[in-house]
């Protein structure tokens, strides 16, 4: 019992590993606009696949474009 659950943890972690995310997709989206609506910060992110990089920079392009 105790290699299956680590037989699975460690195949969820490179699932998490390998995970894309754009900002127009579902979590990217929610993620972004949380942060924009400042109900969290960048830092509250979660760490999956390339989620924290993608949020933090779609909150950094809408800065720019407002100037």
Not at 3 to 16: A, I, N
Not at 22 to 44: C, E, F, H, P
Request: aromatic share 4%; hydrophobic share 35%.
């Amino acid at each position: 019992p105790i290699r299956r659950l680590q037989s699975c943890r460690c195949s969820l972690q490179k699932e998490e590993e390998t995970m894309q995310f754009d900002a127009k997709n579902g979590l990217g989206r929610v993620w972004v606009t949380m942060v924009q609506q400042g109900i969290y910060n960048l830092s509250d992110v979660p760490k999956i696949g390339n989620l924290p990089e993608v949020v933090a920079a779609a909150v950094q392009e809408e800065k720019h474009e407002k100037g």
